[in-house]
């Protein structure tokens, strides 16, 4: 069983499109995260979730808005797409307590 | 000055050989350390984690943590091609929401 699944792993959209991306965990973990790594590896985080609840919005455009419906669950929609939103997201999970995340597999987006 | 660097590479070394990559640091509340191992199309995965000052094993692979000096390694005995990834130090004063990523050092292992 898949720790941290996320769909889709592959996206290729037109600019300014909708798109979301869909996470969820069975680690039982209560937090859950949103990093966007760009072409040079860099590992941002982007947002933060714990129990459902936005703890960590980094300075990231309103067009990006999380949604946790429940703990295990955290989706990621993002409005108007531009060409700078390629990269690739990753949705990662932790406990609330813990010092380390776990990472899922990534979605590679495309703006073209 | 980005609070961890570590240098991107390319590195590349032949099969068998000892590997180090390192990571430097400038906040000196980090007191948990991590590396991560990310594959080519694939999430990062957690590889080391170490508390404070000292060294780690486990297989293959040694975490080295420098405090005083804010300076983590990571040694690959016996290097193999399927050690080839990009590794990423992480490293946090607690919490794995404040955790701060090195932007990863690509390693290539030569058959």
């Known amino acids: 069983d898949t720790a941290v699944s996320q769909t889709p792993k592959y996206l290729v959209t037109q600019m300014g499109n909708d798109k979301s991306i869909k996470c969820e965990q069975n680690l039982g973990h209560d937090t859950m995260y949103w990093y966007k790594q760009d072409s040079k590896k860099f590992l941002k985080i982007m947002f933060s979730?714990?129990?459902?609840?936005?703890?960590i919005n980094e300075t990231v455009p309103n067009r990006f808005s999380p949604k946790s419906p429940d703990k295990a669950h955290l989706n990621l929609h993002i409005n108007s797409l531009e060409l700078g939103d390629s990269a690739v997201y990753f949705c990662?999970?932790?406990?609330?307590?813990?010092?380390?995340?776990?990472f899922g597999e990534g979605s590679w987006l495309t703006v073209v | 000055q980005k609070e961890v660097e570590q240098d991107p590479g390319p590195l590349s070394v032949p099969e068998g050989a000892i590997v180090s990559l390192n990571c430097t640091y400038s906040n000196s509340a980090f007191q948990y350390f991590m590396w991560y191992r990310q594959y080519s199309r694939k999430g990062p995965e957690l590889l080391m984690y170490t508390y404070s000052s000292g060294n780690k094993e486990d297989g293959r692979f040694t975490a080295q943590v420098d405090k005083s000096s804010k300076y983590i390694s990571l040694f690959i005995r016996d290097s193999q091609p399927s050690d080839s990834a990009t590794y990423l130090c992480?490293?946090?004063?607690?919490?794995?929401?404040?955790?701060?990523f090195g932007q990863g050092t690509r390693l290539t292992i030569n058959p």
């Open positions: 992480a490293m946090t004063e607690g919490g794995a929401q404040k955790l701060v």
């Open positions: 979730y714990n129990n459902k609840e936005l703890i």
């Open positions: 990662a999970s932790s406990v609330a307590s813990g010092n380390t995340i776990y």
